[in-house]
């Protein structure tokens, strides 16, 4: 009798996003009341689950910040010095303070003319300005309707001669209720921060007040901060302690095997010197999960699922993401660690998936790679805008930044490079925010059709049928001409 497979090939079956679909449930959950508050990591609460992946054209300040105040969170990129990665840290954490500090403020010199400080208010884009003297000291304040004409202000005139010298200020203690109040019973559109001997420590703006009010599901810290993490390498002890120092939120050690004994050993020790919290990754499977869970603050998933990435095809290993992310799930919500799935994510229904089979929130580098707040320039191919996006491990990326998120040596020559992604471009697609909306627009969409009101309610009760290839392609726009594209779904995806 001869066996019909040799026991090599009696495997099991790992499924991705198209392999399943969520079994619609009875609701009364309208999609609009869907509550996607979750957590990223152990301590770390968001208001929508979504996370903007580290990678050099995805995620830098301008993106981070971005996220944020749209209820997510960004992850700063490593391919940059520890200095610069400090001062990108600072400017999340920095961009919504209350208070703009003094190194920060356009001032007028008590010196200058009225025509120069209006040019120069001009130039900086501000509508007003401290005056100030060589000592810090603020000696006044003009702003730009001290000055029209019509005021028969002459422009040869010292500033001092136009300026309003009753100056209303406030001390570095103001909240942000308190100066809205000052600025609206004075009529006021600023206000120096002054110290006690009346230098200049910072400004407060009304446009600033409204810029918070605008964000009401930012994601803050504890001081209104904004939230922020970056990647460390699992080695970079310095680097995780100095993005710690700058206040990061959390850390991601950063790698595409986690489940390397020699990278664990690196995360344990970086968790063990830092205070933010620490998510590990990336892994796809319960015997890595089991490895993590006694330390992580959070695990992230993702073996070669992302669309730039070609692992699987490299090193002939990987993990269907949505088998990754449920195995990885089982282990960790035993233990109270949140997971979260990184990579392949098109369309909204994938991110929904991910969090059906486990995740708590969702990574996605393509899918904002074309906005406006990621790094680089917009480019026209035929008559169509794109921006670039790489691989973390294409030759590009590897170049300007380390080798050993795939625990490789630095190669002496490029040819000796060995990658695991592409470089590429990705349709330009404008703001972030629309991206957003969509994304989590269609997770509570997904929400509604299971009959799930909060994201742990969606977990338990989400089940899953599995996809024939015929079922697949009934789920897409089909036996159609596509004559206007939709905001959330272009024909050239498929
Ligand atoms: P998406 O599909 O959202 O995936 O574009 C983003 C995720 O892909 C991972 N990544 C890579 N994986 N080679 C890989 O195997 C690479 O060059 C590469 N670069 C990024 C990463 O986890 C990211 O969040």
């Not at 009875?26 to 509550?35: G, H, L």
């Not at 008590?110 to 400080?117: A, D, H, K, S």
């Not at 609206?184 to 200049?200: S, T």
């Amino acid at each position: 009798e001869h066996e019909p497979y040799s026991s090599k090939l009696r495997v099991p079956e790992a499924l991705t996003f198209d392999d399943v679909l969520l079994r619609p449930k009875e609701s009364r959950v309208e999609p609009d009341d869907a509550d996607l508050t979750s957590r990223v990591s152990k301590s770390i609460e968001v208001s929508v689950p979504i996370i903007s992946a580290a990678m050099d054209t995805v995620t830098e300040s301008e993106m981070a910040v971005a996220m944020a105040r749209h209820g997510g969170l960004g992850v700063l990129h490593r391919n940059m010095n520890v200095d610069e990665m400090v001062e990108e840290i600072h400017r999340v954490k920095s961009a919504d303070d209350l208070i703009i500090p003094t190194d920060s403020v356009v001032t007028a010199d008590p010196e200058m003319t009225v025509r120069e400080v209006d040019e120069m208010m001009v130039r900086e884009g501000v509508g007003g300005a401290p005056v100030v003297n060589t000592r810090g000291e603020v000696l006044g304040i003009i702003s730009s309707t001290d000055i029209r004409p019509h005021l028969e202000v002459n422009e040869d005139d010292a500033v001092t001669e136009a300026m309003t010298d009753e100056v209303i200020t406030a001390s570095e203690d103001i909240d942000a209720r308190d100066a809205f109040d000052l600025m609206y019973e004075h009529k006021i559109e600023r206000v120096p921060v002054v110290d006690d001997e009346n230098l200049l420590v910072g400004l407060v703006t009304m446009q600033g007040i409204l810029q918070r009010r605008e964000y009401g599901e930012a994601v803050r810290d504890d001081d209104g901060r904004l939230r922020c993490g970056v990647a460390v390498g699992p080695f970079e002890t310095d680097r995780a302690e100095a993005a710690d120092e700058a206040g990061v939120d959390i850390l991601f050690i950063d790698c595409a095997h986690a489940h390397n004994l020699n990278v664990i050993e690196g995360a344990r020790e970086i968790k063990e010197s830092v205070d933010a919290d620490v998510v590990v990754g990336n892994v796809g499977t319960r015997e890595a999960a089991e490895d993590l869970v006694d330390f992580a603050d959070g695990i992230k998933v993702g073996i070669g699922p992302g669309s730039i990435c070609t692992t699987r095809v490299v090193s002939g290993s990987g993990m269907p993401q949505i088998t990754a992310v449920s195995q990885v799930a089982d282990v960790a919500s035993r233990h109270d660690v949140p997971v979260i799935a990184d990579g392949g994510i098109r369309y909204s229904g994938d991110a929904i998936k991910s969090i059906a089979a486990g995740a708590d929130a969702v990574m996605l580098g393509s899918y904002f790679a074309g906005t406006e707040e990621a790094p680089g320039r917009v480019v026209t191919m035929n008559g169509k805008k794109y921006k670039q996006y790489r691989g973390m491990g294409s030759v590009g990326a590897m170049k300007s930044g380390d080798s050993d998120r795939y625990l490789k040596d630095e190669p002496q020559d490029d040819d000796e490079y060995v990658p695991e992604g592409v470089e590429a471009a990705t349709p330009y697609k404008g703001t972030l925010e629309s991206e957003l909306h969509q994304l989590a627009g269609g997770m509570q969409s997904g929400m509604g059709y299971v009959g799930g009101e909060t994201i742990p309610e969606f977990k338990e009760r989400s089940e899953f049928v599995r996809v024939s290839a015929a079922g697949q392609a009934e789920s897409h726009a089909h036996d159609v001409v596509i004559t206007d594209e939709a905001p959330n779904y272009s024909p050239a995806d498929e």
